[in-house]
Each structure stands twice: as structure tokens, then as C-alpha cells.
């Protein structure tokens, strides 16, 4: 079963823009997780966000996390064409085994 | 360090016939999973191994797929017989207890 649901399902925007995605989950989170999938390939990691945080920033990437709503976002700034790609969030609940499970996605296109 | 080694990078079979995926985690990983990404849908646990035992497999159509990781270290997940809604990116990924997890860069299968 999905836990997380990105919104929007396909974001297109112009190289230097800012791109927001969005991602509501539905239970109790010990962390959240955003990955970047380029088509074929694998996923890479992004950023993590705990739970007791609400926050966080990376190179051009900003994450927020509102527990009380059950959602997060990713901003990336000052898009390039090669952040073209698909954002999934993954989130564990917690517990003695690190399960992450993911969203459907947000399809991201920068044009040049 | 290395990645996370996944083979075959492709695989085209006949609905029926049956096929074998392979993957090497990065060394000292315990947590090992295997995941099913069909085309436009975020990645789908199919299960997940501690060394070798199984934590979780509630979503691994057991009639047809069978997963092992001999000695705690490289998996292979099997299906048999495939159908043609078993084509998918197959995902393999392994954790260590405070990192994220790492992925492959999967096994592509076509089911014709």
C-alpha cells in the first residue's frame, strides 16, 4: 500500500524557476525521506527529515515537515535542466525494522 | 564505496517462462529489500530481509515470486511462472542502522 501521495503527479517549469512538490502521508512518521529517480536509473537520496523536525535545508533543496498535518514539501530553487526527474517521498513509521515506503511521485520537467 | 549491484540491467521474457534477479548490497548492510516499480508508480515493498531472515513479505505474491539471501549478504528474487503484469522495474536497496537507504539501479523486466 502507498503511504505518502505527492502533489502534483507531473510539475513543468522554466530553468531558474522554483519548484514545489508536495507529500501527505496518512500514519504516524519516525522520519520522512525524498528521492530523485532520473528516467531508467535508480533512486538517489535526497534529504531526511525527523519527525521532531520542521526544516530542513540542502544545497538548493528546502524540506518542510508539518506532522500535525501529515505533509511535507520540497522546495528546489533556482531549477537547472538537469533536476528534470521524477520526486518520491518515502516515510518509516518506526519500529525495529526500517521500512520505507513510498508515493506515487511528482514528474518534474525543467526546460531549458 | 560501492553501491548497491543489481543484474541483469535488462530482461525480456515469454509470459510462463520464469526469471532470476540478482543483487549484491553494500557490505555490512543487514537490511536488505526488494522492490516492484511498474511504470508511472512509485516503488512497491515486495519484502524485505535482516541478515537473512525475512521481516516482511505481506506484499510478495507468493504463488509466483520466492526471494533468498543465503549467508545474509546477495539476494536473488525469483518468478515463477511470469505474467505479463510482472513487468516492472525490479528495485533492490540495502540500510544500515544510520544512513538511508541505497539503491540499485534495478533490473528492468518485459514480460511479452
Known amino acids: 500500500s502507498q503511504q505518502g501521495e505527492e502533489d502534483p503527479q507531473a510539475l513543468s517549469i522554466q530553468e531558474g524557476e522554483n519548484a514545489t512538490m508536495n507529500c501527505s502521508y496518512k500514519?504516524?512518521?519516525?522520519?520522512l525521506q525524498w528521492y530523485r529517480q532520473n528516467s531508467g536509473r535508480g533512486l538517489v537520496h535526497l534529504i531526511l527529515?525527523?519527525?521532531?523536525?520542521r526544516e530542513k535545508h540542502s544545497g538548493r533543496l528546502r524540506v518542510t515537515l508539518d506532522t500535525s498535518k501529515k505533509s511535507s514539501s520540497l522546495l528546489i530553487t533556482a531549477s537547472r535542466a538537469a533536476d528534470t526527474a521524477s520526486y518520491f517521498c518515502?516515510?518509516?513509521?518506526?519500529?525495529?525494522?526500517?521500512?520505507?515506503?513510498f508515493g506515487k511521485g511528482t514528474l518534474l520537467t525543467v526546460n531549458p | 564505496e560501492a553501491g548497491v549491484a543489481q543484474s541483469p540491467r535488462y530482461k525480456i521474457i515469454e509470459k510462463r517462462q520464469s526469471v532470476a534477479f540478482w543483487c549484491n548490497p553494500i557490505?555490512?548492510?543487514?537490511?536488505l529489500y526488494w522492490y516492484q516499480q511498474i511504470l508511472g508508480q512509485g516503488p512497491k515493498l515486495l519484502i524485505q530481509?535482516?541478515?537473512?531472515?525475512?521481516?516482511?513479505d505481506s506484499q510478495l505474491p507468493k504463488d509466483r515470486f520466492s526471494a533468498e539471501r543465503l549467508k545474509g549478504v546477495d539476494s536473488t528474487l525469483k518468478i515463477q511462472p511470469a505474467k505479463l503484469e510482472d513487468s516492472a522495474v525490479y528495485l533492490c536497496?540495502?540500510?544500515?542502522?544510520?544512513?538511508?537507504?541505497?539503491f540499485g539501479q534495478g533490473t528492468r523486466l518485459t514480460v511479452v
Open positions: 518515502a516515510t518509516d513509521a518506526g519500529g525495529s525494522n526500517y521500512k520505507l515506503t
Open positions: 500514519t504516524s512518521i519516525n522520519n
Open positions: 527529515i525527523r519527525s521532531n523536525e
Open positions: 557490505s555490512g548492510h543487514a537490511t
Open positions: 530481509f535482516q541478515n537473512n531472515g525475512v521481516v516482511d
Open positions: 536497496a540495502s540500510y544500515a542502522l544510520g544512513t538511508e537507504a541505497f
